[in-house]
């Protein structure tokens, strides 16, 4: 038999403990509320996919496909039988293999609205905020091509980062065209290249060649240093796409949503079209984007549905916990707002009537369930983070009150046992 004394969690892949889980439920929360004020309904798909959605949706070159997908074959009989697949490494792409399956944009002019809530897992080098096991918030618009649609999304992203206190955080867009402002810009990018790529391996000019665009998204120094001075992809872009990306400016403006213009930003997946954009974070360091997204008119019809236009939004649930204590943002961890402290066994049967009470009547109310002494249990209520300490003795029994002590400052109110309720609610 194995020693297990030594076994952990694995590398990249964390517990979440109450301190921490308080923290993602107020993010998941807050993001479902905000979806609702939108029309957002709710979408859950599996954890694991068949391999080709991602090799197919993501893009061969991509380092998610390339390198970085948990992929492995199922178990069968025969060969007919065993599927590759892999652990899903974003949430986009099973959505949209979802809406398909289920033909939900099935006909032209249907709007969906989804959101959704997961983890992801990629296998990359852990750093702070990047784990193999991720977890992602995120909305899928799937049905419009209106620049308004954009906006929308944007401002989703807008006011879930207003309702968390990060409003001084202002998105980050850019339009990276169609096909044909892409490939006459990724022409641009090699060529202003060159002499970096002369004397790069045969693999990484093979990738370069492949999607020019991904470039951008180095961080490589020696890279980054041979880009600069690059031509903007702004100055690419086609007249519809140009006008199409400063309706989606003027539409933000309207809205109230802070933004700011960066030809830089591209995205790590190959199937965006024009609109792309960011949330930067400022306690992350180089894994900076707090969330991001962007259109993919041809992802559903590419995953086998009809062709019809999308954009969406991801979060990284774990950059945004890291920035709200970066911001210095607490969230509270659920507390009891009273703790019940008895003296002696006549006095704990009454005890626990009126705390089973209250606790059904949506109360948070704890007791002493080991029977210990009275001084134990005044130790447990310090600890407990209530704000009260109901004290039940002979004295308090026989006139059926209790004492409640305020534990901030220790000030002590007689309250009869049929207005306790009450008087906890109104406290």
Known sequence: MSDLRNLGRLKGMDDLLPAETVVWQHLESTFQRVTARFGYGEIRTPIVEEYRLFDRTSGETSDIVSKEMYVFETRG???????????????????????????????????????????????????????????????ELV?????????????????????????????????????????????????HISAYLADATTEEQSRAAKNPLRLLDTKE???????????????????????????????????????????????????????????????????????????????????????????????????????????????QEATPIAFFVHFSAAERQTTVQLARGLRSRGLPVQFDIDGRSSKSQMRQAGNSGAKYMVILGSDELERQVATVKRLADAEQTLVPFSELESWLREA
């Open 143 to 191: 049905g419009s091509g209106s620049p308004q649609a954009d906006i929308e999304v944007m401002e989703v992203a807008h006011h879930f980062m207003r309702d968390l206190g990060l409003s001084e955080h202002p998105i980050v867009i850019n339009s990276i065209g169609r096909q044909a402002c892409r490939q006459a810009y990724g022409e641009a990018i090699l060529d």
């Open 77 to 139: 009989d025969t060969e007919d039988d065993r599927v590759k697949v892999a652990l899903r490494p974003e949430l986009t792409a099973p959505a949209m293999r979802a809406i398909k399956q289920h033909k939900l944009a099935s006909q032209q002019g249907t709007l969906l609205r989804f959101w959704y809530r997961g983890p992801f897992f990629r296998y990359n080098e852990p750093q702070k905020g990047r784990r193999r096991q991720g977890h992602q918030l995120g909305v």
């Open 221 to 331: 120094e020696k890279l980054k240093a041979a880009l600069l001075g690059v031509p903007s992809i702004l100055d690419f872009l086609e007249p519809d796409a140009r006008v199409r990306f400063d309706e989606i400016q003027a539409g933000l403006s309207d809205a109230e949503v802070p933004f700011t213009v960066d030809p830089t930003i591209v995205r790590g997946l190959d199937y965006y079209t024009e609109t792309v954009f960011e949330v930067i974070g400022k306690h992350l360091g180089s894994q900076s984007s707090l969330l991001g997204g962007g259109r993919y008119d041809g992802l559903l019809e590419s995953v086998g549905g009809p062709a019809q236009p999308a954009v969406g939004l991801g979060i990284g649930i774990e950059r945004m916990a890291l920035e709200l204590a970066g911001e210095q943002i607490a969230v």
